[in-house]
């Protein structure tokens, strides 16, 4: 199996297990959470019920909850202190959940401001795509059926997201799965782990970075001079390679202390990404394990 053969202690059979694991137990979430969000209702407490109701199931968040509205398509998550509530929104949550770095990743749209016809076009990519794979099929082949899907409903796929492996630790392993026509692809094999990550959009088809970033990963662990970053370093650990909010972090001076460790390269921040022409954008997600002749959805 790529990407997993080489884990040791553990056998194939294990890591599959933990995949299966995390997809049954994601999915469960995401089902609960799309009758959670309403009109008025609080973004930071549906994001922290979703954490919380991770770890109580026995495992972890793979990464933040991303909250994403209207034009925006991904990274957003809210603040310690947020105080926003939902709208008329076209509402992306984003999940996912780990076990012991095995990561099942999953996205769904509540539309909340009457465009069920923008959710249903990423809503069908994602299913038209799910129903082509199998091992040996070329993803540059599954980017053109994504595209196809979306087009068909008047909409355009954001050209600059992509579908991508999962690997332990690891929430963006190759392969890339492109939403649009690609002249070159990679052939999947049996047994690879990927997420099939459509997203559908009004705007201009492709994305640009906001300036808000409430989302970080550690990229190298290195020494750094001060105090306060390194204070920060050591809480870090824990999520190992994984992305982590900035709500999640204890102590004084988080935000400098970030600031200290973007600067010397130790974490990385991710933008909140948006629709460069201001569309509304929808997303659907799933992740899943090809097979010999199909797959085997994980977080359905």
């Known amino acids: 199996m790529k990407d997993i053969d080489s884990i040791?202690?553990?056998?194939?059979?294990?890591?599959?297990e933990k995949y299966v694991r995390a997809g049954a137990i994601v999915s469960k979430i995401r089902e609960r959470t799309a009758k959670r969000v309403k009109i008025g209702e609080s973004l930071l407490e549906v994001a922290r019920e979703i954490e919380e109701e991770m770890?109580?199931?026995?495992?972890?968040?793979?990464?933040?909850?991303?909250?994403?509205?209207?034009?925006?398509?991904a990274h957003a998550t809210p603040t310690k202190d947020d105080t926003?509530?939902?709208?008329?929104?076209?509402?992306?949550?984003?999940?996912?959940t780990q076990i012991d770095g095995y990561i099942a990743d999953t996205a769904i749209t509540i539309d909340l401001a009457g465009r069920s016809d923008l959710v249903?076009?990423?809503?069908?990519?994602?299913?038209?795509?799910?129903?082509?794979?199998h091992a040996g099929i070329n993803t540059k082949e599954i980017a053109a059926i994504i595209e196809e899907t979306i087009t068909e409903y008047g909409y355009k796929p954001i050209a600059n997201l992509t579908g991508h492996g999962l690997a332990r630790y690891n929430q963006h392993a190759p392969?890339?799965?492109?939403?649009?026509?690609?002249?070159?692809?990679?052939?999947?094999?049996?047994?690879?782990?990927?997420?099939?990550?459509?997203?559908?959009?009004?705007?201009a088809g492709r994305v640009v970075e906001g300036h808000t970033r409430e989302i970080y990963r550690l990229i190298e662990e290195k020494p750094i001079r001060h105090p306060i970053a390194r204070k920060l370093l050591t809480q870090l650990r824990e999520y190992r390679t994984l992305p982590f909010a900035k709500r999640w972090l204890a102590g004084e001076h988080i935000d400098f202390a970030l600031h200290q460790l973007e600067k010397a390269q130790i974490i990385m921040g991710y933008p909140v990404l948006k629709d460069a022409?201001?569309?509304?954008?929808?997303q659907a997600e799933h992740t899943v394990m090809i097979t010999e002749n199909g797959c085997e959805v994980l977080t359905r």
């Open 55 to 73: 770890i109580g199931a026995g495992c972890k968040p793979a990464f933040p909850t991303n909250i994403s509205r209207n034009e925006e398509a």
């Open 84 to 96: 926003r509530v939902f709208g008329e929104d076209i509402v992306k949550i984003d999940l996912g």
């Open 120 to 133: 249903k076009a990423s809503e069908d990519a994602l299913d038209n795509a799910i129903k082509n794979l």
């Open 277 to 282: 022409g201001g569309g509304l954008v929808s």
């Open 8 to 16: 040791e202690d553990e056998t194939v059979e294990e890591i599959i």
């Open 175 to 203: 392969p890339t799965i492109p939403n649009v026509k690609v002249e070159h692809g990679t052939i999947l094999e049996e047994g690879e782990i990927v997420a099939i990550e459509p997203f559908a959009t009004d705007g």
